[in-house]
């Protein structure tokens, strides 16, 4: 790992080790949690041990985690870089979920999160999904708008391919892409190098793809030299493959997230690069 911070835009320095706040909700990411005051006990110790930058989406909940983080660093988020997410719309469980990258939906959910997490900007405002169902240089016109009146400092993208990070820069900065990546699902690995690239930070979703390895020698050998998990060394290889990867691993508990945060002080060598590099190529199941 080169560096521990990346610079978002050229101009929001953040820690690459973030934390992902979906699973500050409630059973099935739906609603609130059962113990509403632990969720922003964990986002407030996420900030104390570090975490500048914190990863939501107005459908998360729907609407819960951004009200949970908002009433958890009240008054004190001032350094904390709140990224958020619209274009989706949920009507119930995590797979009753619609596109809708529309101007009018995307500036009614705009303006939802502005007021939920309390503020006049959202630093990182990123496109959950492009809309199938309408050109997509509609939603990039909007999405240019809403920067260029203020309400968004820096524009982001989720789950595209790299004709479509090209397409949005004819409208915009992209100054961050989120896809679905882990060590053992790099499907994404063109996106990576094209963020790379570009000065792009690329923030994988689902990053370790469940963590369930199975019977993986390279994990299980790396993890016992460094007296960690396997969970931790899978993280810890995304932040050492590539420097604008930001890291954001979620979690609803405290000693989950505390392991979490470790991995920025797990240092891996060259040969163990190599090893785990080498899980790519073999099957996931």
């Known amino acids: ?126 496109l959950h999904r492009i809309d199938p169902d309408i050109p997509a240089e509609i939603t990039f016109e909007f999405l240019r708008s809403a920067q260029e009146q203020g309400k968004i400092r820096h524009l982001g993208l989720s789950e595209v391919a790299v004709d479509d990070i090209k397409k949005a820069q004819e409208f915009f900065p992209v100054t961050s892409v989120q896809n679905r990546y882990s060590i053992t699902d790099r499907e994404a690995e063109p996106v990576l190098a094209y963020c790379r690239e570009q000065g792009i930070a690329f923030i994988p979703w689902y990053p370790i793809g469940g963590g369930d390895f199975g019977e993986r020698d390279a994990l299980s050998e790396v993890a016992a030299v460094h007296d960690v998990t396997t969970r931790q060394v899978a993280l810890a290889w995304l932040l050492h493959h590539a420097e604008n990867i930001l890291l954001i691993p979620g979690t609803s508990s405290i000693s989950h997230l505390e392991q979490n945060m470790a991995v920025g002080e797990l240092h891996l060598t060259t040969d163990q690069m190599a090893s785990l590099d080498a899980l790519s190529q073999l099957p996931t199941t």
Do not use: C, W
Not at 29 to 36: E, S, Y
């Open 1 to 126: 790992m080169t560096s521990h911070t990346f610079t978002i835009g050229g101009d929001l320095t953040v820690h690459r080790l973030g934390f992902g706040a979906l699973r500050i909700t409630g059973p099935g990411f739906v609603g609130m949690p059962a113990d509403p005051e632990n969720s922003k006990r964990v986002v407030r110790h996420a900030v104390e041990l570090g975490v500048d930058f914190i990863d939501t989406a107005d459908q998360y909940g729907p609407f819960v985690s951004e009200e949970l983080i908002a009433e958890a660093l009240d008054g004190t988020s001032e350094n904390v870089v709140i990224a958020t997410k619209g274009g989706l719309v949920r009507y119930g469980p995590a797979d009753d979920i619609k596109n809708d990258a529309t101007p009018q939906h995307l500036r009614d959910a705009l303006d939802g999160s502005l007021r939920r997490l309390n503020s006049e900007r959202i630093d990182l405002y990123q």
